[in-house]
């Protein structure tokens, strides 16, 4: 949000982990982040890292020690539950560690994502559907589970 001009994340710097991400999806993550090349700027994020099985995660960190000899320039952000900072990524990670609150109001956020989430000419697409043009959008249920 510093830079409200900058695109948000492309597809590539991002890996949302759960419980069924692979070994093989993490290490291609890290290799995209950790492997010397012409990078650019871009940031790599892994997020809920914490949620990883515990082969995956002790996978994960072999394979980030290993490639992070080649490479002193990375930039790597993995955010996990404060609630699992036993797991292992966070423990085995734990000497980088940094405690993180939103240092900016929720609306300014909300504002921020709808300049970046916007259509800019609305036709005949998804983005109709949500409310102001946006192309992505949070459906929820107060009942799930029950055809809503």
């Known amino acids: 949000m510093n830079s409200p001009h900058q695109p948000l994340p492309t597809f590539d710097e991002v890996l949302l982990c759960t419980p069924q ?13 950790l492997i010397p090349r012409s990078r650019g700027e871009k940031i790599y994020t892994m997020l809920y890292a914490d949620e990883l099985s515990y082969d995956v995660s002790c996978r994960a960190e072999e394979l980030f020690q290993h490639l992070q000899r080649y490479s002193s320039s990375y930039r790597l952000v ?17 000497q980088y560690k940094v ?48 055809g809503e």
């Not at 993995?78 to 734990?94: D, G, K, Q, V, W």
């Not at 916007?118 to 949500?130: E, G, H, I, K, L």
Request: net charge positive; with cysteine; proline share 5%.
């Open 78 to 94: 993995i955010l996990c539950n404060c609630e699992r900072e036993h797991s292992y990524i966070p423990s085995a990670f734990s």
């Open 21 to 33: 991400t692979t070994a093989e999806q993490v290490g291609l993550f890290l290799r995209r982040c």
């Open 99 to 146: 405690h993180i609150i939103p240092q900016r109001p929720r609306a300014e956020i909300q504002q921020y994502l709808q300049h970046h989430y916007r259509v800019a000419q609305p036709s005949n697409s998804a983005a109709s559907v949500f409310k102001g043009n946006m192309c992505v959008g949070i459906v929820s249920s107060k009942r799930a589970g029950v």
